[in-house]
Nanobody, 125 residues
Framework: QVQLMESGGGLGQPGGSLRLSCAASEFPLEHYATAWYRQAPGKEREVVSCIKHSDGRTYSPDSVKGRFAISWDSAKNTVDLQMNSLKPEDTAVYYC??????????????????WGQGTLVTVSS
């Protein structure tokens, strides 16, 4: 069964760093559009970063550009999100998702999406 499992959430300090990891079972993440999303209380879910390693492309919105970096770890078959310069507004549940249909572009495109259960990130002093 195809599954994604997030890890690495928790409490971070403003200005600090956290690293999230998304592990996949049964398939290599390298070839598929994979993304991190987040959903804060009372807000809509938003994309945080996307990667399609086989294309060598990544995407991040302006809200996290320069602070967050997405990468693929070939040894572990994980897609990681390095979050630096954390802000209280980064507090959210973070989800990873992958689109198993190769028609998807850089970010999952609603074809054959698999989602993880989410990991809570709280940024507070």
């Amino acid at each position: 069964q195809v599954q994604l499992m997030e890890s690495g959430g928790g409490l971070g300090q403003p200005g600090g760093s956290l690293r999230l990891s998304c592990a996949a079972s049964e398939f290599p993440l390298e070839h598929y559009a994979t993304a991190w999303y987040r959903q804060a209380p009372g807000k809509e879910r938003e994309v945080v970063s996307c990667i399609k390693h086989s294309d060598g492309r990544t995407y991040s919105p302006d809200s996290v550009k320069g602070r967050f970096a997405i990468s693929w770890d070939s040894a572990k078959n994980t897609v990681d999100l390095q979050m630096n310069s954390l802000k209280p507004e980064d507090t959210a549940v973070y989800y990873c998702a992958v689109d198993l249909d190769e028609r998807a572009g850089l970010c999952p495109g609603g074809y054959i999406e698999v989602w993880g259960q989410g990991t809570l990130v709280t940024v507070s002093s």
